[in-house]
Structures are given as C-alpha cells and as structure tokens.
C-alpha cells in the first residue's frame, strides 16, 4: 500500500470528517445546553443543523440506517417532550439540573433531525424503486 496521500481512498477522508461532525454536534449539543446564556442561541442551532445534514450524508451505511432511524426518533421524541426533567430542578442541592438537561436533549434532538430526515428519504427512495416481483 501507498503511503502517498493522494493515493489514499478519498472515503476514509469522509469517514473521518463524518465522525469528527458527528463528535463535535454532540459536544456542542452537551456543552451549550449545560450552559444557560447558550441554550437558545440561534447561532448554536444553525451549526447543530448543518453538523446533522452532514452527519446524514457522511456518516450512515446501508446497514446502519433502519438503527439509526429509531435511535434518532427516539432522541426526537424525547426532546421534542421537554420538561421530561425539570422535577430535579425542585431538590434545592441540584437546582437548575433539570433544566440544563433538558436544553441538552432538546438540543441532540436538533442536531440529528436533519441526519434522520436525509436517512428516512434515502429508505423511502430505495423502498420505491422497482423491484422483483413477490
């Protein structure tokens, strides 16, 4: 094997962008909802977004699409539930817990809406696709 750069397959250059997106919008999505000034910023949801689209694309195989369409549904669901947490925030000891867990949630959920709506079009494309005959 090469040890030219050029030579290197160009999808190993995508896998690794893929992962680095997929790790930097789950350390956005932890580090911004746990911090209160950041948790509706506009700015933060844009760049979770545009991580996600890139995550969809980049990140999922053939075989890996029908988990990561359920995992994601249900980071969605609990995200888009909200207040799932904020009976923690009533123990004095732990106050403001409930709150910040929920924004990082919210926030996950955010950032894999767009990777779940690419991968759900690609299912429903290959589904509608001719095929042989029962």
């Given at each position: 094997?090469?040890?030219?750069?050029?030579?290197?397959?160009?999808?190993?250059?995508?896998?690794?962008?893929g992962?680095?997106?997929?790790?930097?919008?789950?350390?956005i999505?932890?580090?911004?909802?746990?911090?209160?000034?950041?948790?509706?910023?506009?700015?933060?949801?844009?760049?979770?977004?545009?991580?996600?689209?890139?995550?969809?694309?980049?990140n999922?195989?053939?075989?890996?699409v029908?988990?990561?369409?359920i995992?994601?549904?249900?980071?969605?669901?609990?995200?888009i539930?909200?207040g799932?947490f904020?009976?923690?925030?009533?123990?004095?000891?732990?106050?403001?817990?409930g709150?910040?867990l929920?924004?990082?949630?919210?926030?996950i959920?955010v950032f894999?809406?767009?990777a779940?709506?690419?991968n759900?079009?690609?299912?429903?494309?290959e589904?509608a696709?001719?095929?042989?005959?029962?």
């Open positions: 094997m090469s040890t030219d750069p050029e030579a290197r397959p160009k999808w190993r250059m995508t896998a690794v962008l992962a680095v997106a997929f790790f930097a919008g789950m350390a999505a932890i580090i911004c909802g746990a911090v209160p000034d950041w948790r509706d910023s506009g700015a933060v949801v844009l760049i979770l977004v545009i991580l996600g689209v890139v995550v969809g694309v980049l999922i195989t053939g075989k890996e029908i988990p990561f369409l995992a994601a549904t249900a980071l969605v669901v609990v995200g539930a909200g799932s904020t009976a923690l925030d009533h123990i004095k000891a732990i106050d403001g817990l709150r910040a929920d924004a990082i949630v919210n926030l959920a894999m809406v767009p779940a709506v690419i759900a079009v690609r299912v429903v494309v589904l696709r001719p095929g042989e005959a029962g």
